[in-house]
T-cell receptor
Framework: DGGITQSPKYLFRKEGQNVTLSCEQN?????MYWYRQDPGQGLRLIYY???????QKGDIAEGYSVSREKKESFPLTVTSAQKNPTAFYLC????????????FGPGTRLTVL | GDSVTQMEGPVTLSEEAFLTINCTYT??????LFWYVQYPGEGLQLLLK?????DKGSNKGFEATYRKETTSFHLEKGSVQVSDSAVYFC??????????????FGAGTRLAVHP
């Protein structure tokens, strides 16, 4: 089955530590995205990538970093510079053609202890 | 800039009641419009979409019509079930330069359906 996987589902981190969230897709999509969701709020875009080896900052990129070495993978690193990292993180992908819809993974809930 | 405004929740209904969740948008171009649904602890699933004015998207008994004159995309269902309890997000997509389709989301509306 085609889809997007994110791991782990739950992640706990101590303050001052970097942590990397995994996102893999087998939909053959060129574009991938990372969003942050806080309780009772909509989604905010962190980073996006339209093609391998290229990515751009979204609306709230400070304290985050990404890489796009393979088409299927778009890992997100939450660095110690992120002031308030506790949130639900969602990865998505889309085709560069078609009707603009994005497909989402199941999410990773990050808690900073 | 582009934006999406949804009615605030929570919306609480009894089973078999009629549902409307209002969504209005502001956009400079001709966006595609979407409704996504999020069940507790899960990611977002595309519920329905419409790509041009007067299009009606429908899925699982839910419907929404792209109204350019009122810049609206209200979600409706004739008879809700307990299993429809979730958070619903309205979103618009405007394809930018290079083919990148940025999604702009509303804040979400929580629906609770009681037996």
């Amino acid at each position: 089955d085609g889809g997007i996987t994110q791991s782990p589902k739950y992640l706990f981190r101590k303050e001052g530590q970097n942590v990397t969230l995994s996102c893999e897709q087998n939909l053959n999509h060129d574009a991938m995205y990372w969003y942050r969701q806080d309780p009772g709020q909509g989604l905010r875009l962190i980073y996006y990538s339209q093609i391998v080896n290229d990515f751009q900052k979204g609306d709230i990129a400070e304290g985050y970093s990404v890489s796009r070495e393979k088409k299927e993978s778009f890992p997100l690193t939450v660095t110690s510079a992120q002031k308030n990292p506790t949130a639900f993180y969602l990865c998505a992908s889309s085709s560069r053609t078609g009707e603009n819809e994005q497909f989402f993974g199941p999410g990773t809930r990050l808690t900073v202890l | 800039g582009d934006s999406v405004t949804q009615m605030e929740g929570p919306v609480t209904l009894s089973e078999e009641a009629f549902l409307t969740i209002n969504c209005t948008y502001t956009a400079t171009g001709y966006p595609s419009l979407f409704w996504y649904v999020q069940y507790p602890g899960e990611g977002l699933q595309l519920l329905l979409k419409a790509t041009k004015a007067d299009d009606k998207g429908s899925n699982k008994g839910f419907e929404a019509t792209y109204r350019k004159e009122t810049t609206s995309f209200h979600l409706e269902k004739g008879s809700v079930q307990v299993s429809d309890s979730a958070v619903y997000f309205c979103a618009l997509s405007d394809r930018g330069s290079g083919g990148y389709n940025k999604l702009i989301f509303g804040a979400g509306t929580r629906l609770a359906v009681h037996p």
